[in-house]
């Protein structure tokens, strides 16, 4: 397994327990450790291998024990308990926008809700209500979450995508020694996108299915033909790689970072296709056009904003002034309060907000 793998499976059983009632700290101990495996910069398995796992701040020895038995045997017993005791159905819930483990774990004991059909229509009928602390209001959010999770089946947000996408990227083009873009929705930063697409500067596909094969997340391979080569990804993607020219290279990128309609349309300004170059900027420049961000590539007015020099500017991150959302150790953060602060001056930021958790402390009332 790798680092991935196993802060997922870290991250799962903490749901898990959570909806099972475990304590709060045994809760939080998976889920911070999930967070470190997720972020540690060499191999998880490496540190196994070699002893050095307890040497990570924040790992002991009951974490290191769990994340060697998931290195070295793809499995955890303790999970595998907890499954026996909770249905593995309830993890779905959890899929539904501002549904956590503890009301899942309620949904469960009070009411016997195993799935999303049961919840919904445990929902749609008025019964969540009676469950102590849930209203109308909250079964119409519920309602809402349902009906966005079954929306966006089978896509991923771009959060997940975007880190997956550049670091088979960056995989591909050491093993090929070729340049590797990431394209199409991922490119463009859609909100949730169905697969995703790369873009690689080889003549054809024929060095590209071996590449992939011991890639970062590709679990299989599907298919390979001469125009791209088709893969499966761990989160539960589609990967495809495409085979680009390189001497016309800017031109392919835009042709597959889309979307369609945007590029239809500076096939029309060219005369009927794209012009053939080497970077985007004379694809856009040939046409008289400002280059267009790929976030902004979404034919809604930012061909003709281009043709007047006169796009808007996108935000980035030096223009972030704060942060208003943050954990620290007082409840379930890495960082101290004051670990927090200097990050946030050492940025550059105007305000910072501390958002721990509060279900332990005591306010009086007056």
Known sequence: MNNYDVAEQLRQFADLLEIKGESNFRVTAYRRGAEIIGHLPEPVAELV????????????????????????????????????????????????????????????????????????????????????????????????????????TNRLSIGTALPVAERIAAALAERLGARVEVVGSVRRCCETVGNVDLLAAVPDTGAIASALGDAPFVTDVELADPAFVVAALQVGATLRVVAGDPAHFGTELVRWTGNRDHVARLAELAGGDLPSMATEEEVYRSLGLSWVPPAL??????????????????????????????????SDGRATIAQLAEAARARGYEYLSISDHSGGLAIARG
Request: charged share 25%; hydrophobic share 40%; proline share 5%.
């Open 49 to 152: 291998a070699e002893g050095r796992l307890t040497d990570v701040e924040g790992i002991g020895s009951g974490l290191a024990a769990a994340v060697r038995e998931l290195v070295e045997t793809g499995r955890y017993s303790a999970m595998e308990e907890v499954l026996g005791e909770v249905p593995s159905t309830l993890l779905t819930l959890l899929g539904i926008p501002g549904v956590g483990p503890k009301s899942v774990g309620r949904f469960y004991r009070e009411m016997g809700i195993t799935n999303l059909p049961q919840l919904e229509v445990a929902a749609r009928a008025g019964q969540l209500r009676t469950l102590k602390g849930f209203g109308p209001k909250q079964e119409a959010r519920i309602l809402e979450g349902i009906a966005f999770l079954n929306r966006r």
């Open 297 to 330: 590539r979404e034919a809604r007015g930012e061909i003709v904003a281009a043709e007047h020099h006169a796009l808007p500017p996108l935000v980035t991150v030096g223009d972030l002034k704060g942060d208003l959302h943050l954990h620290s150790q007082w």
